[in-house]
């Protein structure tokens, strides 16, 4: 992560803010000591697509008919 003092970033703030949109964080110090990171924003997340992939997961895996997650957590098995 790069680091930039206050007074550059209020210089080059619409720079900066391009970078981060291309994915860098930058981090702005004030006297010598991080102070703020401008970092991409983040984008919305999809929960339907999130809960299909872990059902294609689950479907796949290969733990013993008969036994639950939680069982199977409880018994330290996973």
Known sequence: ???VGL???KQKLS???E???????IGITRR??????????QTEVDLKKVFEEIE???????HPRGFSV????EEGRI
């Open 1 to 3: 992560m790069r680091t």
């Open 7 to 9: 007074f550059e970033a």
């Open 15 to 17: 720079e900066l803010v």
């Open 19 to 25: 970078r981060a949109e291309d994915g860098e964080r």
């Open 32 to 41: 010598g000591k991080l102070a703020a990171i401008i970092a991409p924003a």
């Open 56 to 62: 294609q997961v689950r479907k796949r895996s290969k």
């Open 70 to 73: 939680r069982k199977l957590i």
